[in-house]
């Protein structure tokens, strides 16, 4: 049964995790990088309060949620950005059993600091242990549901401990490309997981390395590719060392193409990771590589109807192989529509809806999926 295949959710290293890498293009945040090879921070006080529902139906089994990531983004000045988010989530899953996991995420504090010539950019943040991390059995069975890569839930993560990161990236123009080079680390706290007994867990620390280009085919139209190369350190359950995740590496690429109508953007991602280390204290290989390579890919359409109102389209498509155990693997076709209306020269609000279809293959059979999802965002310039 999908719903109850899943390792606990701390050998699932989530990808939610504050890593410091390069990011030279963003289709929900204003762009950082200009052509030049210099670092633009936004100016306006920004309030983002969005809203997601999520339901999926796996053979006979359900899992939902309802989340709403709230953001607010303050820029000091020119130079200095900070924000600050949230995601209250109520989730859940219907089986043979069925069970819930609701409350507030961790609040997360992160800031952008520009450097020198506008060439360097140091970024720092810090995860506060706001959310709900004491899980029950039940709760933790909602929680490895959460945790799917190809379900792709919008909070998957509650509660853990203090957290913090830094990272430093700089970028230069090269013959007609610009050329970024990252480094990041993030150093996370302990917390309990359990309520039924008392163990502290402390996920491992990581560093991430990162390379990216940015190619402009004229004054609008570009092309983008990053790379990244995250090493983890051992997990340590009550002073022992239990886990150590396998090295990730990370191929992101994106094609842009805005115009004052039609705008068209398709992208690519690819994660493949090493194999794990498993023991206690003295910690050895996985006999097979645990981990499946993941593929996704997505396309993009915009029509602006007029200087207020905007409709797209979106095709997406998830494609991650079985593990060397022979399963894990998924096919995730998505295709969705989105409304964007500008209704004052403060307030942006936007809406979408997806529909996907697939197969997930667990450790006893492949099982059918039908996901819908429907997002909402209200976008406030103070």
Request: hydrophobic share 40%; no cysteine; aromatic share 12%.
């Given at each position: 049964?999908?719903?109850?295949k899943h390792k606990f959710v701390m050998n699932r290293k989530y990808d939610i995790l504050i890593i410091i890498f390069l990011l030279f293009f963003s289709l929900k945040?204003?762009?950082?990088?200009?052509?030049?090879?210099?670092?633009?921070?936004?100016?306006k006080i920004t309030s983002n309060l969005n809203s997601g529902i999520q339901y999926w139906r796996a053979g006979n089994d359900q899992a939902y949620q309802v989340a709403i990531p709230i953001t607010f983004i303050y820029p000091v000045s020119d130079r200095l950005r900070l924000d600050i988010s949230n995601s209250p989530s109520f989730s859940g899953i219907k089986a043979a059993q069925s069970s819930q996991l609701n409350g507030?995420?961790?609040?997360?504090?992160?800031?952008?600091?520009v450097l020198g010539e506008d060439a360097f950019m140091f970024t720092f943040g810090v995860n506060l242990p706001s959310g709900k991390n004491l899980l029950s059995t039940e709760e933790l069975t909602v929680a490895n549901v959460l945790s799917i890569h190809?379900?792709?839930?919008?909070?998957?993560?509650?509660?853990?401990?203090?957290?913090?990161s830094a990272g430093f990236i700089m970028a230069r123009p090269l013959g007609g490309f610009v050329l970024g080079l990252g480094a990041?680390?993030?150093?996370?706290?302990?917390?309990?997981?359990?309520?039924d007994f008392d163990l502290k867990y402390n996920p491992g620390d990581e560093v991430?390395?990162?390379?990216?280009?940015?190619?402009?085919?004229?004054?609008?139209?570009?092309?983008?590719?990053d790379m990244s190369y995250t090493i983890y350190t051992e997990d340590i359950s009550n002073d022992t060392k239990v886990y150590k995740a396998g090295n990730k590496f990370t191929v992101q690429a994106m094609a842009y193409f805005p115009g004052d109508v039609w705008t068209f953007i398709a992208s690519m991602l690819n994660r493949y990771r090493g194999k794990n280390k498993i023991g206690t204290d003295n910690l050895t290989p996985e006999?097979?590589?645990?981990?499946?390579?993941?593929?996704?890919?997505?396309?993009?359409v915009i029509l602006a109807l007029n200087r207020r109102t905007s409709l797209g389209g979106v095709v997406e498509g998830k494609f991650y192989s079985n593990n060397a155990y022979g399963f894990g693997g998924a096919n995730v076709g998505g295709i969705g529509i989105s409304y964007g209306l500008k209704l004052s020269h403060r307030i942006q609000l936007d809406v979408g809806f997806r529909y996907y279809m697939g197969v997930y293959n667990t450790s006893l059979k492949n099982v059918n999926l039908l996901g819908i999802k429907l997002l909402t965002g209200l976008k406030i310039y103070l």
């Amino acid at each position: 049964m999908i719903l109850t295949k899943h390792k606990f959710v701390m050998n699932r290293k989530y990808d939610i995790l504050i890593i410091i890498f390069l990011l030279f293009f963003s289709l929900k945040n204003e762009r950082l990088l200009s052509q030049t090879g210099s670092f633009r921070l936004a100016q306006k006080i920004t309030s983002n309060l969005n809203s997601g529902i999520q339901y999926w139906r796996a053979g006979n089994d359900q899992a939902y949620q309802v989340a709403i990531p709230i953001t607010f983004i303050y820029p000091v000045s020119d130079r200095l950005r900070l924000d600050i988010s949230n995601s209250p989530s109520f989730s859940g899953i219907k089986a043979a059993q069925s069970s819930q996991l609701n409350g507030l995420s961790d609040t997360r504090l992160r800031g952008s600091y520009v450097l020198g010539e506008d060439a360097f950019m140091f970024t720092f943040g810090v995860n506060l242990p706001s959310g709900k991390n004491l899980l029950s059995t039940e709760e933790l069975t909602v929680a490895n549901v959460l945790s799917i890569h190809a379900l792709n839930f919008q909070t998957p993560l509650l509660g853990q401990g203090l957290d913090a990161s830094a990272g430093f990236i700089m970028a230069r123009p090269l013959g007609g490309f610009v050329l970024g080079l990252g480094a990041g680390y993030l150093m996370r706290g302990k917390f309990k997981p359990f309520a039924d007994f008392d163990l502290k867990y402390n996920p491992g620390d990581e560093v991430s390395f990162s390379l990216g280009v940015d190619r402009p085919l004229n004054r609008q139209d570009k092309v983008m590719l990053d790379m990244s190369y995250t090493i983890y350190t051992e997990d340590i359950s009550n002073d022992t060392k239990v886990y150590k995740a396998g090295n990730k590496f990370t191929v992101q690429a994106m094609a842009y193409f805005p115009g004052d109508v039609w705008t068209f953007i398709a992208s690519m991602l690819n994660r493949y990771r090493g194999k794990n280390k498993i023991g206690t204290d003295n910690l050895t290989p996985e006999r097979l590589n645990s981990n499946g390579n993941e593929f996704e890919l997505i396309g993009m359409v915009i029509l602006a109807l007029n200087r207020r109102t905007s409709l797209g389209g979106v095709v997406e498509g998830k494609f991650y192989s079985n593990n060397a155990y022979g399963f894990g693997g998924a096919n995730v076709g998505g295709i969705g529509i989105s409304y964007g209306l500008k209704l004052s020269h403060r307030i942006q609000l936007d809406v979408g809806f997806r529909y996907y279809m697939g197969v997930y293959n667990t450790s006893l059979k492949n099982v059918n999926l039908l996901g819908i999802k429907l997002l909402t965002g209200l976008k406030i310039y103070l």
